[in-house]
C-alpha cells in the first residue's frame, strides 16, 4: 500500500476524525473487552498462560475450529504469521504466496528475518491462489538447488478484498496435500469472511483442510489479540518454543486471552463482522450509483475502486483513507465493526459533490 504523503492523509488529520475509511485498524474496542477485563483482573494468577482464563479462552475458540488443533495466543498479525509459518517450515523450504499477501508486502521482512521464511511470490489480479497459478512453482520440488516449496499460504479475506469459499479452499487443500504441502491462512479478516458466507470458522478452516491459522482479532473489536492455530497432524510439538523464540509469548496472558473469550463466548464477533460487511455494500452501493469503478466485487468489509485523481484530496480532507495506485487513482475503502450508516450516507454525499464539480 502506498504511504505517499501527497495523497495519504498524514497521521496528525486522523486525530480530528471521529470515523474513518483507513481501517479496521482504526476503530475503538468492542465495550464487551473492557467488561472482560474487569472480570480476569482480580488477583494474582500464575503467568504465561498457566491460567484459568486463558485455558477458558482456548476452549472457546475449539468450540469454533474443533478439538483437534493447537491454540497459541499472541500480540500481533505480524507475529501471529511468523509463529504459523515457523511451525510448519524446515530452513531448506519456502512459502508460496500471493504477491499481494500481507506476509510479503505489509510485514518489514519479519518471515525472512525473524523466521527464516522464504517467501516466493505469484502473481494474482484478485489476491486468490489456485492450483492453476501454483502448479509452476512446485516444479523444483526435489532439486536440492532450489528452495523446496512447503506451504502455501493465503489470506481470507484476501488483500484485494475477496473470499474464499469453502469448496475453493477444500479443492486447494487436497492439491496441496497431494503434493506433501501444508496450506497456511493468514486470518486477520477471517470472522469476515464467515460472515460474508454465511458459513462457520470450521468450515473455512478445519473442514476445508487448513494445516495452520493465523486468527485475527485487532480488526474485529478487540484491542490486541490474535492466536495461532495449528491442525491436526501439522502440529509442531516444539509450539511453546517457537511462539517463545518470536516473542509472542506474553507474561500477563488472561489479558490478551481474555479478549477472545468476551466476543467469541457468544456470537458479538459475528455481529461486529456482519455489520462491518453491511456497511461496506452500502458504500459499494452508493459507489456504483455515483458511477465508480469497483477494482473487485467486494466480498467483506473492503472495497477497492478508482476515483478521479482531482477529488481524491479534497474528500481526504474529510474522510480518512489511503490510496493504493497513484498513476490509477485506485483508493482503498475499509469499514469497521462501530461503522455509523450516517457516515457512511455523508461519504458518499460528499464524494457526489465532487464529481459534480470534476464533471
Not at 487436497?174 to 496450506?183: I, K, N, P, S, T
Not at 501439522?234 to 506474553?250: D, S, T, V
Not at 479534497?314 to 455509523?340: I, M, N
Request: proline letters at 5%.
Amino acid at each position: 500500500m502506498s504511504n505517499s504523503t501527497h495523497t495519504n492523509p498524514t497521521h496528525s488529520q486522523t486525530q480530528t476524525h471521529i470515523q474513518t475509511l483507513g481501517s479496521d485498524n482504526h476503530s475503538p474496542v468492542h465495550p464487551a473487552v473492557f467488561e472482560e477485563f474487569a472480570q480476569v483482573n482480580i488477583g494474582h494468577v500464575i503467568a504465561y498462560g498457566d491460567d484459568p482464563y486463558t485455558a477458558e479462552a482456548i476452549d472457546i475458540l475449539k468450540k469454533h475450529f474443533g478439538d483437534a488443533c493447537d491454540i497459541y495466543f499472541t500480540f500481533n498479525g505480524t507475529g501471529a504469521n511468523v509463529v504459523a509459518l515457523s511451525g510448519l517450515l524446515n530452513p531448506w523450504e519456502g512459502v508460496l504466496c500471493a504477491r499481494s499477501a500481507h506476509i510479503n508486502c505489509d510485514e518489514a521482512g519479519a518471515p525472512e528475518r525473524i523466521g527464516n521464511v522464504k517467501l516466493i511470490p505469484i502473481d494474482t489480479p484478485d489476491g486468490k491462489l489456485s492450483p492453476a497459478r501454483l502448479e509452476p512453482y512446485i516444479a523444483d520440488i526435489g532439486n536440492e538447488h532450489a528452495v523446496q516449496p512447503r506451504v502455501i499460504s493465503v489470506s481470507n479475506l484476501s488483500e484485494k478484498g475477496t473470499v474464499y469459499t469453502p469448496d475453493e479452499l477444500r479443492f486447494l487443500c487436497e492439491w496441496a496435500h497431494e503434493h506433501g504441502l501444508y496450506v497456511h491462512c493468514d486470518g486477520a479478516r477471517l470472522a469476515n469472511a464467515a460472515a460474508a458466507l454465511g458459513v462457520s470458522l470450521t468450515a473455512l478452516t478445519a473442514d476445508a483442510g487448513i494445516d495452520a491459522l493465523s486468527f485475527g482479532g485487532t480488526k474485529n473489536g478487540l484491542m490486541g489479540a490474535e492466536a495461532v492455530v495449528w491442525f491436526g497432524s501439522a502440529r509442531p510439538q516444539a509450539g511453546f518454543w517457537i511462539r517463545k523464540q518470536c516473542g509472542q509469548l506474553a507474561s500477563k496472558s488472561r489479558y490478551v486471552a481474555a479478549q477472545f473469550s468476551a466476543l467469541y463466548r457468544k456470537a458479538e464477533w459475528l455481529e461486529c463482522a456482519r455489520h462491518a460487511n453491511a456497511m461496506a455494500a452500502r458504500l459499494a452501493e452508493g459507489l456504483r450509483e455515483h458511477e465508480c469503478e469497483l477494482v473487485q466485487t467486494p466480498d467483506g468489509n473492503e472495497i477497492f475502486c478508482t476515483l478521479p485523481s482531482s477529488i481524491i484530496e479534497p474528500l481526504q480532507k474529510d474522510y480518512f483513507f489511503y490510496v493504493v495506485d497513484e498513476a490509477k487513482g485506485e483508493v482503498r475503502l475499509v469499514c469497521s465493526w462501530d461503522t455509523d450508516p450516517a457516515f457512511i450516507e455523508s461519504f458518499l454525499t460528499r464524494l457526489g459533490e465532487l464529481l459534480r464539480i470534476a464533471s
